[in-house]
T-cell receptor, first 115, second 110 residues
Framework: NAGVMQNPRHLVRRRGQEARLRCSPM?????VYWYRQLPEEGLKFMVY????????ESGMPKERFSAEFPKEGPSILRIQQVVRGDSAAYFC?????????????FGQGTRLTVV | GQNIDQPTEMTATEGAIVQINCTYQ??????LFWYQQHAGEAPTFLSY????GLEEKGRFSSFLSRSKGYSYLLLKELQMKDSASYLC???????????FGQGTTLQVKP
């Protein structure tokens, strides 16, 4: 059973470009969470999705950021018109549909560098 | 609001015991997790506490006091590979989202 797969592992974008980060949850997992880790800071919750539904996006910046988890395919975190402050590690975690207090498994992360 | 505090850095000696504390203030507390994160890698699950008391798992133990909003992670027989960041996180409500502290960077010295 493969773990949570994120790609790319490293992404370099120039200011103003778009960044697309992908996350394939573990097999059987229908809950996906995105977290951001700025340099020298802790992990910050961004968004929680289930298939075709955004459940909680209270941690998402109001502009330029969007997320989806379609019926087929990976979850996508999209950042439009990136700025230097978007440089961070973005982690995806997934958990099975067994309630709120189930261990979440994290992917290896995508390290975004905006130049 | 939600607030989670843990020390920023700790240093300990190989073979020793270290305790990493975490205090939290949150509404609708549902449980507390500890994760380990090596530099440049994904967080990996260590422990989960929802009831008061001590949970032991090999060299690692975690304690929770809900009335005091307090937890600690105890690492015994420290090894060099235990040098990592240790993240305290709580869940509240029913979404399962994790609210993390800043993490404690532990350095194990020979």
């Amino acid at each position: 059973n493969a773990g949570v797969m994120q790609n790319p592992r490293h992404l370099v974008r120039r200011r103003g470009q778009e960044a697309r980060l992908r996350c394939s949850p573990m097999k059987g997992h229908s809950h996906v969470y995105w977290y951001r880790q700025l340099p020298e800071e802790g992990l910050k919750f961004m968004v929680y999705l289930q298939k075709e539904n955004i459940i909680d996006e209270s941690g998402m910046p109001k502009e330029r950021f969007s997320a989806e988890f379609p019926k087929e395919g990976p979850s996508i975190l999209r950042i439009q018109q990136v700025v230097r402050g978007d440089s961070a590690a973005y982690f995806c975690a997934s958990s099975p549909p067994r309630g709120a207090n189930t261990e979440a498994f994290f992917g290896q992360g995508t390290r975004l560098t905006v130049v | 609001g939600q607030n989670i505090d843990q020390p920023t850095e700790m240093t300990a000696t190989e073979g020793a015991i270290v305790q990493i504390n975490c205090t939290y203030q949150t509404s609708g507390f549902n449980g507390l997790f500890w994760y380990q994160q090596h530099a440049g890698e994904a967080p990996t699950f260590l422990s989960y506490n929802v009831l008061d008391g001590l949970e032991e798992k090999g060299r690692f133990s975690s304690f929770l006091s809900r009335s005091k909003g307090y937890s600690y992670l105890l690492l015994k027989e420290l090894q060099m590979k235990d040098s990592a960041s240790y993240l305290c996180a709580v869940t509240s409500g029913n979404t399962g989202k994790l609210i993390f502290g800043q993490g404690t960077t532990l350095q194990v010295k020979p």
